[in-house]
Every structure is written in C-alpha cells, then in structure tokens.
C-alpha cells in the first residue's frame, strides 16, 4: 500500500511537472517576455505596451495608418491641434467625418475599454513617438475630467 | 433607401453601435447584442434591453459577442452566446460560451458551458463565433489573445483554436483529441489566430471558418477534425511592422487555407446564401469587411473563391451578416445598426 501511494504520488507530480513544460509552448522564453514587458522601460513602455495591444492593428507601429483607411498618428495636426479630442476619441471612441494632414477620414473607432492611467499612458507614448513632440505630459487626472 | 454599388439597403434596426451578432426567434424578432453588454431584443419596431447578462468583460475587441439558438429552437429553448469573462483567476478575461433562456425581456437558467483560462488583459483575439453543425454539434471559435507563440499550436492550452461540445455541453465522445496528454478535450481543430466568421456549408454539411491574419494572410479554411491550420507557423501574413513571421516547425500536415486575403479585409460575419430571393448570390458567400467598410460576395466554385465582388461600399465596418427566415439577407455594421440587403431588380 505504501509504495503504491508513493508510485501515485511520484506519478502525479511528474504529470504536473510535464503539464508546466506544456505550458511553457514552443518558444519558452517568449512567454515570459511577455509578462516582462512592462519592467523593461527600455523595451516596452507602459504606453507602448497598450499601443501594441490596442492600437497597432490599425495605427501600425510607426503611427504611419492606412491611407483613406486609418489616419496617422506620427506628425498627425489633428493630434497636435486637438488635445481633448484626442483624449476623448481614445476614452470615448471617435465616428464620423474628420481632416488629418489635409486627407478626409470617415471611419468609427469604438472605446477600448482601457482604464484612465492606460490612457494617459498610450497618449504620452504616441505624443513622445515618430517625430510627435509633447509640450506637456497628459496625466491621469486630465484624462478622468473629460466627460462623454 | 440608399444606393450604394448595384445593391440597396433598407435601415431596419437604427442606432447599433457593434451588432456584433443576431438570431431571429420564431416570431420573425431579432435579438441582437451589442458588444459593450447589452443584449436588444427588437420587435415591431421596438428596442428592448434583455436583462440578465452574465458580466461582460468589455476590453478592445472583447464584450458580448455571437448569439444562435439552438438548431430545434424552440422545441429546445436554449440560447447560446459568446463573450468575454471575466470569471475565475487572474486580472482581465477571457471568452465564455453560456446557454440561457429567454423569459420575457430577461435571462434565465444560465449555465456556462465553456471558460477559456488562463484571464488575461490583452484587448485582441477573442473568436468567439458560434455555429451548430448538421449533427447538432455545437462549435465555437476562441483566438490566441495575441500570445501567438503559447497558444494556438499548444493543446494544453486555450485559444487560437475551434472547439465542439455537445448543444449541453458535454464533451463528444468522438472529439479528437482525448487521448492527448494534458490537451483540452473540447478543442476540435487548432493553429489559427482571430476566427470570427463561421458558417455550415449548405450542401456538403463541412464547416468554413474565416480568421483575420497579421498584416495581410486572412483565410479561409475548412473544418477537419483535429485539423492543425498552421498558425504561427505557416501564415502569408507579415507582421505590422512589415517584417517577416518566420517559425520554425511548420509541417506537412498543417491545412493551407482555401483562400487568402493580401491585404486583410478585415473579415467579420459570415454566411452562404440560400435564399431564392438573391439569384446572383445564391450558393455562394457573404464575407463582412471591417478595414474596407463593405460587404464582399465570394463566388465559390466547389471549395474555391472564383470571384469576389464588393456590395454595399463604403457603408461602414461590416461586422455580422445572416439570412434570416424570411428569406432576406440582413447585415450588422458598426456605428449604424442592422441594414436589410435589398435584392436586385
């Protein structure tokens, strides 16, 4: 009976140790790359991270868009010149006609379902990226005060 | 009415902001859900909010999701809806399969069927379409949640996957992988990214799911029991920033896709068309397009797209697209709301 119970146990705790190496997938360091992101600054900033999560499939990476698609976000004047919109547009979602570099955008981006402090986070990421230049930082409490 | 291409539209449903997903109950009412949580029951006209939900995990592309009854609906009175959840471990969610019926404007006996783990933050690729096959299977699609090299080729773990559970929501005693070591039972088919269309062939009774690729790649596939459809590994997508997605590991074995789309559409919604009322379009597939605002018909000769042809231009992102009983073809698209596909003259 006791060795029984010890080829069981020894059994189980192989089968849990395979399971680990399961979840580890196929590229075993990616995974952890993954819950890092946010600890390396020089890599994945908190507002990059978002931006990778949420915006890129349109945006793309550069902020460079879709033409006639997805407007710019890299040396965007609607960004530049419309601060709040900007914000509310991430909070809010944005529909309907709009002009970004002198090119007509008609298209709807819904609310991303992100908390106050992402979006801060992604609005100083893109504001700070591909030639865009903050004059001053958005923080979480400007971001709470817009309203719908 | 509007005219857009050689195709009109009639606005039947207003003011939808994602109709993500809609079945016709017997009395010709549509029930519709609204991805940020609310499910619309409209009737003569009338919009009514069911109330009951379970709680939506409303994050990116995630909230209430497919809504379909169950194929003897309603002899059987289940309703089956997908959506993102954020039930049991961890911070975020993940996508949920629930069955529930419908007692006047609220929810009952709820039970969910299935919870992909592990929870997870990301805002991307939750699937999460629903269809029944002849058989009365129930299948459901779940994505990757943007961890491409964890999850799809993995069977011990959730996501990049389709899945077939019984309409109660048991394992099938045929499903492919039972004997794995440590897969997930209810994964039917695996190695795919963000399947949000899926549609049940009319004549050969097999499955067609579509799926958004990377940059460029969507497909189209076929449904084969334990099917491996490639995803990292074999993709004719790039990644966003242009550069190539090179795995190693790709095999014989995995399914290439019966049609790609370079550049992405963007698809969303599917089905084939039945329907006497649409000649030019019968026996062939509707497809929404989100990034190019349109819904395409695909002309399909046996398994392959022969032609495809824009309808409805510019009418905005196109989401969900069904034929309802009266024979109609009734579409869901972004910021609008449910659009009845006029037939030709």
New interface residues.
């Given amino acids: 009976m006791k060795i029984k119970i010890s080829i069981a146990v020894l059994f189980l705790f192989c089968?849990c140790k395979?399971?680990d190496k399961?979840?580890?997938?196929?590229?075993s360091p990616?995974?952890k790359e993954?819950e890092q992101i946010s600890s390396s600054p020089e890599n994945f900033s908190p507002g990059k991270k978002v931006y990778t999560?949420?915006c890129?499939?349109c945006h793309?990476?550069?902020g460079e868009g879709?033409p006639n698609?997805y407007p710019p976000l890299a040396n965007s004047d609607w960004l530049t010149e419309k601060r709040k919109e900007s914000i509310h547009a991430v909070k809010y979602g944005l529909?309907g006609e709009i002009q970004v570099n002198g090119k007509t955008y008609n298209?709807?981006m819904?609310?991303?379902?992100l908390s106050d402090q992402e979006i801060a986070d992604v609005m100083n990421y893109v504001m700070n990226s591909w030639g865009n230049t903050q004059q001053k930082p958005v923080t979480v409490e400007e971001v709470s005060a817009i309203d719908e | 009415m509007e005219e857009m291409g050689s195709y009109t539209y009639e606005l039947v449903v207003p003011d939808i902001e994602v109709p993500w997903g809609m079945a016709f109950l017997p009395d010709g009412s549509l029930l519709i859900t609204e991805r940020v949580g609310k499910l619309i029951h409209f009737r003569q006209g009338k919009k009514t909010e069911i109330k009951n939900l379970p709680e939506i995990y409303v994050r990116g592309q995630g909230g209430l999701l497919d809504i379909q009854l169950h194929p003897n609906y309603p002899e059987n009175p289940w309703i089956y809806l997908s959506y993102a959840s954020s039930e049991g471990e961890g911070k975020g969610g993940h996508t949920a399969i629930m069955r529930a019926q419908l007692d006047g404007d609220h929810l009952v006996q709820k039970e969910v069927l299935y919870k992909a783990t592990p929870n997870t933050t990301a805002g991307q690729h939750f699937g999460s379409r629903i269809v029944f096959d002849e058989e009365g299977y129930l299948y459901f699609t779940i994505g990757e949640r943007g961890e491409r090299e964890v999850n799809p080729q993995n069977l011990a773990r959730d996501g990049g996957k389709t899945y077939r559970l019984t309409a109660d929501g048991n394992i099938p005693k045929d499903n492919p992988f039972l004997q794995g070591e440590n897969a997930l039972k209810a994964i039917y088919a695996y190695g795919q990214r963000n399947q949000q269309g899926m549609a049940v062939h009319p004549e050969t009774g097999k499955i067609w799911i579509h799926e958004h690729g990377p940059m460029g790649g969507d497909e189209i596939n076929i449904l084969q029991k334990g099917g491996n459809y490639g995803w990292p590994l074999v993709t004719k997508g790039q990644n966003y920033n242009g550069t190539q997605i090179d795995y190693p590991g790709a095999t014989p074995e995995m399914i290439s896709a019966i049609h790609y789309w370079t550049p992405s559409i963007a698809p969303s919604g599917m089905v084939f068309v039945t329907s006497a009322k649409y000649p030019h379009l019968k026996g062939n597939l509707l497809v929404g397009s989100l990034k190019f605002q349109y819904l395409e018909h695909d002309v399909l000769e046996g398994e392959k797209v022969i032609k495809r042809e824009k309808l409805l231009e510019g009418i905005g992102r196109v989401r969900s697209v069904v034929q309802g009983p009266d024979g109609f073809i009734y579409v869901g698209v972004e910021g609008l709301g449910i659009v009845k596909l006029i037939p030709q003259q």
Avoid: C, D
């Avoid at chain 1, 399961?22 to 590229?27: S, T, V, W």
């Avoid at chain 1, 819904?110 to 379902?113: E, H, Y």
């Fill in positions: 089968s395979n399971q399961q979840a580890e997938g196929l590229f990616a995974e993954v999560n949420f890129v499939q793309l990476p550069n879709i698609i529909r298209n709807i819904l609310p991303l379902g």
